[in-house]
């Protein structure tokens, strides 16, 4: 028995009362009740497989037992809901955690800046800091980049119908070639240090240089490591700070806590949202080197920054965090995940079907139109699988990072079947 | 008993962990840990009474109970956390419920957007709106007032040290004079009116004017309504979209559900967000005439959009809406707030000593410096409450609108005793 | 006897060849031929007053005799022609003649920039100067204001045709309302420090105030002495240079050699351009304190920066200024135009009639439509005499300083029947 | 005998006076009395071969005998000097020569402006239409281009120098490599297609590329024919005008009247000034395809748009191009000019030294720091000779065009010994 009133089944009140903005229940027309784990169940008690992970915020999953049962104690005892930036037990408990769980182990000696419960926030205050801590203005952004939907977060994105969405022009940034934009023969780093070095080049010395290590909006380009190592070695060369947006790269998804790690890197200042909240709560950080601390008492400020839920469920997320082991298991489905889309891949040489990504954040590439075909199929089929790319050419496998194997092999089983149907026929036609 | 761990009760770990951006903890000094109604309690004991509401996300209180135990049932019953824009059971209570107790008892036909849920999202997403509806880039921005901290919202805020934090120039919009700006005898619609029909005024066709009916952050300065009359008049004229802010005047802080519905007002686009949520949980809307729904899908994005657990809270939270009894409540106290504030001012004409605002969000304007000094003492008496305007001249008395009148009435004695303790040796002075 | 090939007489060459960007060609369609000091012929031989000046180039009239020998001898030694900003001794002459004859008996110490020969790149070099010596963005211009059509100065230009001419949107400046704007008990310098006074008023401080004391293109809004030395004090409060923009009122045109001379001011810089050179021919000067002389070599320049001819007739038209006689005349021709133009004035009041203006700038605002005709009328008649206003409702008397008594009141004669022509039969109507 | 009075001789007059930003004062500290053709004097009396041509505006040589004739003719016969854009006997006479002599024999069609009788009003006047043109607002410009300094074209423009002049950020362009930036093995018209064509790559679409086909001030960068008819095509395929600033290069400065001319293209819009005037007059010309003029009368204008001066001697320089002579003649010497600096080159293989440039705008880079050394012993030995570059990497030899052999040679021959004076040495201590 489902003791709350339950909807309609139907999507009608979502066509009647909300905007034309809305965009995902288009891909997912179904009205959602619940979900555990990598499952989610709709009205009609249909069961779906989710590859999807609430776009990086759920990578404990859906209702996680352990964050569930902290939360439903902390209401019951009537624990601060929501605090701006007063102190709370939650928040400090929290904040020991961060640094016993994450920043102390690696080596990090992050100030911890809650700049409102969104990424979009985060990223206009990494901006904000490292315009102030340089007395510098532009900022290096990369082709195909994703930061968020406000106008500073916007400057540093690629995907120019967001960017129109924007209906001023948008200032102060520039764009550069991501790693691989030029093809795998050209070093996109060289044609970046021309223009810096060049007096002729037009572009001012830039404040800050904001970099995913892995594009995961823009088509899953992943940055190589010689060509991250050579940006911060720019960055360094030039008085430029490196901000790492870590949004949805961060919290495991690519196996590592941060997705810079392998790497070598010291960002000056990260990004942290959805999964830090661990629940799908929303919350966000901004890390930065203490001698970056420059703010002054409440010059970037927000309602929302004191989501103490929030700091309930995070804090007992991280606790994934205390040993090895959580990672050491993302990277075991990892490797599941790359084989089985490398033979999937394999298929279909005439789609130019090609295999990227990294951790728990990969897919396929094909042909313009085919992703979002098999993205419909896979939805049919009870899997909830998106895009990704400004052209949505990418179908983009983000399970939980808690799923078990069988959950992964059943979802793949079933993006393989979609691939067939969304794909197959097209192959035919391309090779007869 | 309590059965989280506790903290410390001392605040070395924000002190050592947090940037130095924080603000509300050092005016506040102490470490929550629970909180009902209009009460709080720190983690020795003290309590304390709220007359600060969470900045205005806090209408209803903390952790109200009918909400708690919504919340609380949907957790167990693993009811969907976080569902970006797809279809939810608990989105789908929410809309109806918003439709039938707010919208069609007004005769509003408003489309709704789910923006992000941060009230500066909810503005970015009305500003673009706005600005592809008219064609138009510059928005009327006034004097004082506040809109959020991402850089399209911050370029129409008025706080020049807010301002400054965006480390580059702020575009594409204009600041005109508040109403009383110039003083009580001048009409600044005059001015602004001078600025749009004249064809050497140097400032374009605005595409909208963005609007806070009571400013409560920038002094708590009420607008007539002849000038919010005049100024909707005008906005017709020149064929400028209405924006009303009503993230924190909205939710019934000045006694209707919407600030403007006395003044006869029809925005064009309509900002909510603070206590749409109801338990104090992240969540903003932004409405909009069927007219201007022009958005292209997925235009306007963000992660947070679908926080399930606010929907809950909020659905439950309308039910004060269904009838007139809780703005009448609100009325009723809003008078209680008026006659004693006037009393306490009344006896301070040498510091020049003003009652401003409305309903359940007003205050007293001091001379620079007292009204800081108030909150303090308010503080160590177990009082929280916080001052308002860009160089904090304002006391600002904002309770939870669901306060008795015994709470009330013991805040009020408690502000009573702090304004004497911070301002009466000053008079004296001034006296003297 | 005219020696040079003739042209046609006709328009359709210019018809054929030029863009439609011309304008005043349309408003005086003829062909001329020659000039000498206050009249001009064309092709057809008739004979016209001019009360135009090359809107403020031609103060000393066309063709004066004396500038014109030298000018002829220096061409015939081979003098240097163009010589970008290497030494000279036309150049040189020019300096000493400068300092001695303007700057030494006005107690300036101006140093003096040649910052390529128009106006437009007098004022652009002024607003780079201001930002670089205060290291802040803002600059305050006027409403009504016209500084130039490059992208810089049309940002401080309050034309709206003008400024949207640019196709992008005009940054980094802001528009107060200028004297008389908000009608005449209004003082818009409370408006102004209002606005930066204020922590609230979302004006960041300006480097700079760029005024005209009499806007010339904007309609001759005289601003008055009080406004005037108040503005100042203003600058100096706020720590604001002060740009006086010269341009048109300087060189004599209101009296003075520069406008503000009789109202105390000491601008930290003044923008100088149309009758400096004397002959009409392009040139340009910037000038300022020599403390504000932080210029690297070459930070601005420009081609025509050494315009020698401009140089040798710009010595000789400094003649005029050795002594008082020539400002005493400009006075005494002044009172004769004021006197004539009041007559004319005082016929219409049903018109709304209002002289304004200063020193021989001086014209007769009306509703609008009517001054428009007047040029017509007067063109017809043989006087030149062009409309100032963004909406042309000023018809603008402005003759060569030097015309004789005889030439003003004969121009003016053919003004009063034109008023008479143009604006007779539409007062009788209003009168019925 | 030279009738006017004279100079000093010396510098203190442009010391004390002049602002700190004068530049070639200092190269060639000389104070110059007459010039003739290809030679200077100064007031010494000293001699000088002009490798200069005043950065490009004495194309013809040093006051010219027949255009000196009808310049002095004119100013007897008291023709018109300044009309701002009213029609005149000598504005007329330059149209139909420029018709007939310039655009019908090439096949052209274009409407002619007058935009304000300097560079950088060209190319404002040409920005602003193509954004009126396209509705668009981003130019492309490229690195190292070089287009003005007034604050739209210093958009444009690559040094960062002069860029960071401006004092604000500068917006609405966005600059690419130009030919051979990257090194000679990369095209970088596939850099820019790769921004163009890809929907994330964040630069919306521009309304136009603005074009040198030669960089005269940013180091004798010579654009391909490949290349440049590569970039035509990419204009035509994205919807984007291009702009040729024809300013330095026209006029015959690379052989052909407009430098483009070899390379098949025809520009939406083109620039000219510096020489279009002939005698080193200030005039500027924006020229563009009849569907452009979508101007408004009066939406650019300014009050030196009617030089007549100009007028009289640019349609006089304008026989030169009445047959192809000029034009043989100057490639003649453009071989020289090219096997001169050649053999020079070929000398310092140990300094880099590369020879650059077409036409009569030639010369060689070498290591920082020789050319101006190179420049300062040519101007010892009679050689005003000037570096190019934004390092001043260049020496660049620019003689008038109208330069005989004896000349050429004579200027070459200073030329070499300057080289190896300067040098010399430093390559010595290389060999070591």
């Given amino acids: 028995m489902f003791p709350l009133e339950q909807g309609s089944g139907a999507l009608n009140v979502f066509e009647e009362m909300e905007s034309e903005v809305r965009s995902y229940i288009r891909s997912f027309p179904a009205v959602f009740r619940k979900a555990s784990g990598y499952r989610l169940w709709d009205t009609d ?14 990578n404990y999953g859906h209702n996680p037992t352990d964050m569930k049962r902290k939360l439903i104690d902390y209401l019951q005892e009537d624990g601060i809901s929501h605090s701006l930036d007063m102190a709370t037990e ?3 408990r929290f904040l020991q955690r961060f640094r016993d ?4 182990p690696r080596g990090l000696s992050y100030k911890v800046m809650f700049p409102g419960p969104t990424g979009t926030n985060a990223v206009e205050s990494a901006l904000k800091l490292a315009r102030k801590a340089t007395g510098r203005q532009t900022v290096i952004g990369f082709t195909n980049a994703f930061h968020g939907m406000t106008l500073g977060a916007l400057a540093v994105t690629g995907n120019k119908f967001k960017r129109k969405g924007a209906g001023v022009p948008l200032h102060h940034a520039v764009t550069f070639p991501y790693d691989g934009y030029m093809g795998p023969n050209v070093n996109t780093l060289t044609y970046i240090e021309n223009f810096l070095k060049d007096s002729g080049s037009g572009i001012s010395l830039p404040a800050a240089v904001i970099l995913e290590t892995l594009q995961g909006e823009g088509g899953l380009n992943a940055a190589s490591e010689p060509w991250l190592r050579g940006l911060a070695e720019l960055c360094r060369r030039y008085g430029m700070l490196l901000i790492v947006d870590d949004i949805q790269m961060g919290c495991g998804r690519t196996g590592p806590f941060f997705s810079f790690e392998p790497f070598g890197l010291k960002p000056d200042i990260v990004c942290l949202s959805k999964s830090i909240g ?6 966000a950080l901004t890390l930065f080197k203490p001698e970056l601390d420059l703010w002054s008492p409440g010059e ?3 309602t929302f ?7 309930v469920t995070a804090a007992e997320a991280l606790r994934h965090w ?3 082991e959580f990672e050491a298991d993302i990277s075991r489905k990892a490797k599941q995940l790359r084989n089985a889309l490398n033979i999937i891949a394999s298929r279909y040489p005439a789609l130019q079907a090609e295999v990227r990504g990294r951790g728990l954040m ?8 085919i992703a979002e075909r098999i993205s419909q199929e896979a939805f049919k089929r009870g899997l909830v699988i998106e895009t990704s790319g400004t052209d949505s050419e990418v179908i983009k496998a983000m399970p939980p990072l808690i799923i078990d194997s069988e959950g992964l092999s059943e979802g793949l089983r079933i993006l393989d079947d979609s691939v067939k149907a969304a794909a197959g026929s097209m192959e035919a036609a391309v090779i007869q």
Avoid at 101 to 104: C, F, V, W
Avoid at 278 to 283: F, I, R, V
Avoid at 305 to 311: E, I, P, S
Avoid at 362 to 369: D, K, L, R, T, V
């Fill in 45 to 58: 008690g249909k069961e779906y497989i989710d590859f999807f992970s609430g776009a990086g915020a759920l």
């Fill in 90 to 92: 939650a928040k400090e």
């Fill in 101 to 104: 769980a994450i920043l102390k």
């Fill in 278 to 283: 661990g629940y799908g709560l929303p919350m």
């Fill in 300 to 302: 970037h400020n927000g």
């Fill in 305 to 311: 920054r004191g989501n103490n839920l929030a700091f």
């Fill in 322 to 324: 205390e040993n090895g």
């Fill in 362 to 369: 990969q897919g396929i590439a094909f042909e313009a139109g």
